[in-house]
């Protein structure tokens, strides 16, 4: 079974810029399509990005285009979230999941998850 460890999460300020890492444990996960994710308290967890196994297609939310910059190294076996211009809307547990079919957008299309890192924007 497949692990993805998240890091890189912190405390920031408004304009500050972050980037998360997501490291999986099984080289089959190569393959696979990467989501992030994030929950802040009291909302239900929403996609903010996914990558495709092959890393040339991306998407992103509304919320977070042209702000935050998805990628991924095969060879490390790691995706990150470059995240820019953060304010505090963008506080919430982020998760990395990896998915193989289905639409990115929905969080129940990926099998496997991380157990999220912490990012908090103060203003």
């Known amino acids: 079974q497949a692990q993805l460890v998240e890091s890189g999460g912190g405390l920031v300020q408004a304009g500050d810029s972050l980037t998360l890492s997501c490291a999986a444990s099984?080289?089959?996960?190569?393959?696979?399509?990467i989501g992030w994710f994030r929950q802040a308290p009291g909302q239900e967890r929403g996609l903010v990005a996914w990558?495709?196994?092959?890393?040339?297609?991306?998407y992103y939310a509304d919320s977070v285009k042209g702000r935050f910059t998805i990628t991924r190294d095969s060879a490390k076996n790691t995706a990150y979230l470059q995240m820019n211009s953060l304010n505090p809307e963008d506080t919430a547990v982020y998760y990395c999941a990896a998915g193989l079919l289905g639409d990115g957008r929905m969080s129940r299309n990926y099998q496997y998850w991380g157990q999220g890192t912490q990012v908090t924007v103060s203003s």
């Open positions: 990558i495709t196994g092959g890393g040339v297609g991306t």
């Open positions: 099984e080289r089959t996960i190569v393959n696979y399509r």
